[in-house]
């Protein structure tokens, strides 16, 4: 079974910084891509930034020359470098990865797999 796990979350003042990992396990062939969305209370979940393994980089408009997302070695970690952050910030992050890995059949198969959330709280 795979399972991603997330750290790193907490609280911080505005214009502090945060680190977020994320460690997928389990019985992984590849993985094609992997990213960070977020859900502040009462909004719907968003996509915050994502990487490819070709190294294709995604970010979401807002957070844009303050997030850096990386992969980690071996490539079943992604971080999130989370700088100049701000009360808007404020959400419970998630890891999200699109793999492939064993199946219950012991066949390979794709999946698209998401971790339990960490919460990010930026406040005064």
């Known amino acids: 079974q795979v399972q991603l796990v997330e750290s790193g979350g907490g609280l911080v003042q505005p214009g502090g910084s945060l680190r977020l990992s994320c460690a997928a396990s389990?019985?992984?062939?590849?993985?094609?891509?992997m990213g960070w969305y977020r859900q502040a209370p009462g909004k719907e979940r968003e996509l915050v930034a994502s990487?490819?393994?070709?190294?294709?980089?995604n970010y979401t408009e807002s957070v844009k020359a303050r997030f850096t997302i990386s992969r980690g070695k071996p490539a079943n970690w992604a971080y999130l470098q989370m700088n100049s952050l701000k009360p808007e910030d404020t959400a419970v992050y998630y890891c999200?990865?699109?793999?492939?890995?064993?199946?219950?059949?012991?066949?390979?198969?794709?999946?698209?797999?998401w971790g339990q959330g960490t919460l990010v709280t930026v406040s005064s």
């Open positions: 389990g019985s992984i062939f590849s993985i094609n891509a």
């Open positions: 990487i490819t393994s070709g190294g294709r980089i």
């Open positions: 999200n990865a699109d793999l492939v890995a064993l199946t219950s059949d012991y066949e390979k198969g794709h999946f698209e797999v």
